[in-house]
T-cell receptor
Framework: QKEVEQNSGPLSVPEGAIASLNCTYSDRVSQSFFWYRQYSGKSPELIMSIYSNGDKEDGRFTAQLNKASQYVSLLIRDSQPSDSATYLCAVSNQAGTALIFGKGTTLSVSS | EAGVTQSPTHLIKTRGQQATLRCSPISGHTSVYWYQQALGLGLQFLLWYDEGEERNRGNFPPRFSGRQFPNYSSELNVNALELEDSALYLC????????????FGAGTRLSVL
């Protein structure tokens, strides 16, 4: 059973700080990695995708991938209260026929 | 451009009944995915349809089934409902045959009493 593991949190950071969200996955041959944000009572929204080792930046968000360590992370700089949500890590299976989601990390940004 | 639409928003059923959930993908998207999000279990992959065919199935019993219509809309059927089927059912769509960038609908909240 391929798994994606995330710390459920809650992760609490003050406004303006850097929030660091982590994810590990068990399928060594996974090729595609995604971060989704889900506000309470809403559907998941894609915020980042990453396919190669290293960092990928998009505005205040940076995704980091280390395939050797089977680790993907999401950094949120200058955290805002509006960033308070559950962040879901998703990894594609080897065949690219399904996304496997972690249970999510709840982030709380206090003003 | 309209997003992924799901109906109904809420559905209340009793044990043993059947539930039918509907999804319309984003225009131009041919793939539709169904997920179950139960409390404490996270998003669990149910089914993937593309071009009218079932392409992949998650680890769910056969009483979870579905289909995709020629206009790419999709239906999820859950037979012989059990209490533990109570969950948020999310539909997502994408453009390509492979798992790719998926856009989610607002979901159908199914409650089994």
């Amino acid at each position: 059973q391929k798994e994606v593991e995330q710390n459920s949190g809650p992760l609490s950071v003050p406004e303006g700080a850097i929030a660091s969200l982590n994810c590990t996955y068990s399928d060594r041959v996974s090729q595609s990695f995604f971060w989704y944000r889900q506000y309470s009572g809403k559907s998941p929204e894609l915020i980042m995708s990453i396919y190669s080792n290293g960092d990928k930046e998009d505005g205040r968000f940076t995704a980091q991938l280390n395939k050797a360590s089977q680790y993907v992370s999401l950094l949120i700089r200058d955290s805002q209260p509006s960033d308070s949500a559950t962040y879901l890590c998703a990894v594609s299976n080897q065949a690219g026929t399904a996304l496997i989601f972690g249970k999510g990390t709840t982030l709380s940004v206090s003003s | 451009e309209a997003g992924v639409t799901q109906s109904p928003t809420h559905l209340i059923k009793t044990r043993g009944q059947q539930a039918t959930l509907r999804c319309s993908p984003i225009s131009g998207h041919t793939s539709v995915y169904w997920y179950q999000q139960a409390l404490g279990l996270g998003l669990q992959f149910l089914l993937w349809y593309d071009e009218g065919e079932e392409r992949n199935r998650g680890n769910f019993p056969p009483r979870f089934s579905g289909r995709q219509f020629p206009n790419y809309s999709s239906e999820l059927n859950v037979n012989a409902l059990e209490l533990e089927d109570s969950a948020l059912y999310l539909c997502a769509s994408s453009r390509t045959l492979n798992v790719n960038i998926q856009y989610f609908g607002a979901g159908t909240r199914l409650s089994v009493l």
